[in-house]
């Protein structure tokens, strides 16, 4: 392949003949995102299907993304921990999800975690290298008199007695809430897309994608960084994929979660066939790309990648979601942080 210039600085990948003026593509793709320039959609996509089936376009592909990944954060690893602060069969019928109440998936169900286990966990994180933890509830919303009777008192806690950031990912905001957040010492809001506006209707009908994305414009406007992300595997296209990315450009999102599909027994999606590998690696270094300035997060699903779970880290991504997660198991923290450290990462 080769790229040319088009006016407003667009890229234009065409066939080539030989390895040496692909390997100049790749490069010149990396220099003008590192000045500054943007990838468009079609370029993106023509990238991407360029790595498919290729495996030097795939290598070539997953270099560049470390090398843009590299010149935008370093060496700096993000790490971040989640706990279930509140669980339980929940309202809306996002179709991989085991927390629905549509589903017949048995889930723990409590009304908040205590400050004792909240307390315990956080302090092993913070231990690891760990800068971030988020508080992260089932169901459409938490209520005002929620946040400041049960979910307050847990930040104060933690505000008190470690040194960690605060994130929230509570659902669907109001004003209100939002601020009552930033008074609560969050200081920032997860709420994932899930996947693109196109879609959307096929993994959930109970809410839409635009009022997700009312929700992270109700958090920015309060304050809050954004963090939002979603899930690969879903049974989208690889368009459907790179338009995530996309969205989130458009956003204006901080960080952004990827989680690869494992499909969860009772749920809709239990039978979805699970994305390649090759996919998955694609996927990671496209959104490095589209989205260069952001943390590219590895959350739940990477164990999918088995051995090859590294490239993922070598490919774009640049942090990750640690310990276990909401309702599958994640790998062991130190066993994770050893691995960061070997593949040259380090942590404030």
């Avoid at 809306?92 to 999800?97: A, D, I, K, L, V």
């Avoid at 496209?286 to 590294?310: K, S, T, W, Y």
């Amino acid at each position: 392949m080769t790229v040319t210039k088009k006016m407003g600085e667009k890229l234009v990948i065409q066939g080539t003949q030989n390895r040496k003026q692909e390997e100049a593509m790749y490069n010149q793709i990396r220099t003008m995102i590192e000045k500054g320039g943007r990838l468009e959609f079609d370029e993106a996509l023509e990238l991407a299907r360029s790595a498919q089936g290729n495996a030097d376009n795939l290598t070539s592909l997953l270099g560049v993304a470390d090398m843009v990944r590299r010149h935008f954060h370093g060496n700096h690893f993000d790490l971040c921990s989640i706990i279930n602060a509140r669980s339980g069969k929940c309202s809306e019928n996002c179709r991989f999800c085991a927390q629905s109440s549509h589903y017949d998936v048995e889930v723990e169900s409590y009304r908040c975690v205590t400050e004792e286990e909240t307390l315990a966990l956080a302090r092993e994180n913070e231990a690891h290298h760990v800068g971030r933890f988020s508080l992260v509830t089932a169901g459409h919303h938490v209520s005002a008199e929620d946040l400041r009777t049960l979910f307050a008192p847990l930040c104060h806690t933690l505000m008190e007695k470690t040194s960690l950031a605060l994130c929230a990912s509570m659902g669907f905001l109001t004003p209100e809430r939002a601020h009552l957040l930033k008074e609560m010492g969050i200081s920032r809001y997860h709420c994932n897309l899930e996947t693109c506006r196109d879609y959307f209707p096929k993994v959930c009908t109970t809410h839409t994608w635009e009022e997700k994305v009312e929700t992270l414009g109700i958090a920015k406007e309060a304050g809050l960084s954004l963090c939002s992300g979603g899930i690969i595997g879903l049974g989208e296209s690889l368009a459907q994929r790179l338009e995530m990315a996309f969205e989130l450009r458009e956003i204006g999102v901080d960080s952004v979660p990827i989680n690869i599909l494992m499909p969860i027994k009772g749920t809709p999606f239990e039978m979805m066939e699970p994305i390649s590998r090759e996919d998955a690696l694609i996927a990671i270094a496209m959104f490095r790309l589209i989205l260069p300035q952001a943390v590219i997060r590895i959350a739940g699903g990477r164990n999918h990648l088995g051995d090859e779970q590294e490239k993922l880290f070598l490919g774009g991504a640049g942090g990750a979601i640690v310990g276990n997660y909401l309702t599958t198991a994640g790998n062991g923290l130190v066993g994770d942080v050893a691995m960061f450290k070997r593949l040259g990462f380090v942590f404030n």
